[in-house]
């Protein structure tokens, strides 16, 4: 089956750097995504991994491994507004999508 | 601006009560997703469409069906609703050959009396 591991928690304080791992079991695996959700609002797309390696945008880099089965998301400069669930979802060559179960992050002042 | 719109925002409905979910989208995009979400979990998806191919989990009910008229709409049809279906329901598109990227609309909470 598909599945996805990630914590489901995770808190740190302004200006600091977070990394937030995601483990996952899949078959056809096509490339792992990652999207932010606030409390109510929609989820919104932040980076996708496609290759093995560091993708970076802006303050977020996603990093990916495939003989690891394994990548993270990397918060860096961490602001007050970056509170919110964090989800990786793997992309199957069949076009479906699956999520993990979210990671919530609080951010400290 | 380009954009993946849903109505209503919230719907309340009654045990039972047929109701509909509808999403449009303005970004011409060949996919659309319909996900469940509940609180505090991942979104689920329910099913999706590569044009007008329907693509069903294997998982979700059939008190769930949709349809999809055309390229821009796309509708959650929810026979007869129960307690348990009470979620958040997400609308998403992307393109054939970006479907890493999927763009969500705001959703519509649903609450079943």
């Known amino acids: 089956g598909q599945s996805l591991e990630q914590p489901s928690e995770v808190t740190a304080v302004e200006g600091a750097i977070v990394q937030i791992n995601c483990t996952y079991q899949t078959s056809g695996f096509y490339g792992l995504s990652w999207y932010q959700q606030h409390d109510g609002g929609a989820p919104t797309f932040l980076s996708y991994n496609g290759l093995d390696g560091l993708e970076e945008t802006g303050r977020f880099s996603s990093f990916l491994s495939r003989s690891d089965s394994y990548g993270y998301l990397l918060l860096q400069e961490l602001q007050m507004k970056d509170s919110a669930s964090y989800f990786c979802a793997h992309n199957t060559n069949a076009g479906k999508s699956t999520f993990g179960d979210g990671t919530t992050l609080t951010v400290k002042p | 601006d380009a954009m993946v719109i849903q109505n209503p925002r919230y719907q309340v409905t009654q045990f039972g009560k047929p109701v509909t979910l509808s999403c449009s989208q303005t970004?011409?995009?060949?996919?659309m997703y319909w996900y469940q979400q509940k609180s505090s979990q991942a979104p689920k998806l329910l099913f999706h469409y590569y044009d007008k191919d329907f693509n069903n989990e294997a998982d979700t009910p059939d008190n769930f069906q949709s349809r999809r008229p055309n390229t821009s709409f796309c509708f959650l049809d929810i026979r007869s609703p129960g307690l348990g279906d009470a979620a958040m329901y997400l609308c998403?598109?992307?393109?054939?050959?970006?479907?890493?990227?999927?763009?969500f609309g705001p959703g519509t909470r649903l609450l079943v009396l």
């Open positions: 970004l011409n995009h060949n996919v």
């Open positions: 998403a598109t992307s393109s054939i050959q970006g479907r890493e990227t999927q763009y």
